[in-house]
């Protein structure tokens, strides 16, 4: 077990180091990119990246407070699944209901790494190996995609 000090600094290192691994790479549209805080433009519209001890995940997190409008926003996505799916490579994990670490409702598509363990240190190539071909491909959807959700802005 790591201490409260000892875990935050391994998540800010493994953080740092992915950033750092991302930051030449350009976005799908050939601008630079902050890879870690991923600006998709549209409000309650995120992509977010989670590891610790047990998994790691990437996802399309829904977070609008209105449950009526984060429905919409998922069957958007919904309608778009073929394309995130032929964009990525890979059937991703639908949840219309889901909840943020601190128990608000969200909606996630998501992929999974488990077991993975961000507190070890030889883990960390895998977690690299994991997030960044998917991010990039997130990118390339998003790229296309963010369009569809004009009408929502």
């Given at each position: ?18 950033g750092q691994y991302m930051q030449p790479v350009p976005s799908a ?125």
């Amino acid at each position: 077990m790591y201490s409260k000090i000892e875990a935050a600094h391994l998540r800010q290192a493994f953080w740092t180091t992915f950033g750092q691994y991302m930051q030449p790479v350009p976005s799908a549209e050939g601008v630079p990119t902050n890879w870690i805080n991923y600006k998709t433009g549209l409000k309650h519209v995120y992509f977010r990246l989670h590891a610790d001890g047990k998994q790691a995940r990437i996802a399309i997190e829904i977070t609008h407070p209105d449950a009526g409008l984060r429905e919409l926003f998922f069957e958007q996505f919904r309608e778009l699944k073929a394309m995130l799916e032929e964009t990525t490579g890979e059937a991703w994990t639908w949840a219309p209901e889901a909840e943020d670490a601190n128990g608000q409702p969200i909606a996630r598509i998501y992929q999974e790494l488990v077991p993975a363990n961000l507190f070890n240190r030889d883990d960390w190539p895998r977690l690299i190996s994991f997030f960044k071909p998917r991010l990039m491909a997130l990118d390339e959807f998003w790229s296309t995609a963010q369009y569809a959700f004009e009408e929502l802005r």
